[in-house]
Nanobody, 128 residues
Framework: QVQLVESGGGSVQAGGSLSLACAVYGYTDSVGCMGWFRQAPGKEREGVAGVYTAGGATYGTYYVDSVKGRFTFYQDNAKNTLYLQMNSLKPEDTAMYYC??????????????????WGQGTQVTVSS
């Protein structure tokens, strides 16, 4: 069992920054991929970034094209927490953001049906 808790969402102006956190609890030895997804009202859940990680090591980091160069996904092993640093935010980034864990190795695109555990979500709103 894996438990995920997101935090750090909020409301910012276009061009601003936010840092999202995903605290990870429980048994994680079987996890092959950690991902960030987002879902706006009326839209499909979209994979944003993924980290293939095991034993505290990062083996690969992946981003959807629309966030490359703006978002950074990294882990803090001391805190058992993963972060999504979001810079140069745009109104189209507005969505509920979810942390997720999968038994599968990461691949792009990240497909939400492949993920087994989900956090509660944290809202990100970017105004123009």
């Amino acid at each position: 069992q894996v438990q995920l808790v997101e935090s750090g969402g909020g409301s910012v102006q276009a061009g601003g920054s936010l840092s999202l956190a995903c605290a990870v609890y429980g048994y994680t030895d079987s996890v092959g991929c950690m991902g960030w997804f987002r879902q706006a009202p009326g839209k499909e859940r979209e994979g944003v970034a993924g980290v293939y990680t095991a034993g505290g090591a990062t083996y690969g980091t992946y981003y959807v094209d629309s966030v490359k160069g703006r978002f950074t996904f990294y882990q803090d092993n001391a805190k058992n927490t993963l972060y999504l640093q979001m810079n140069s935010l745009k109104p189209e980034d507005t969505a509920m953001y979810y942390c997720a864990a999968s038994y599968r190795v990461c691949s792009m695109p990240l497909l939400h049906n492949n993920f087994n555990y989900w956090g509660q979500g944290t809202q990100v709103t970017v105004s123009s």
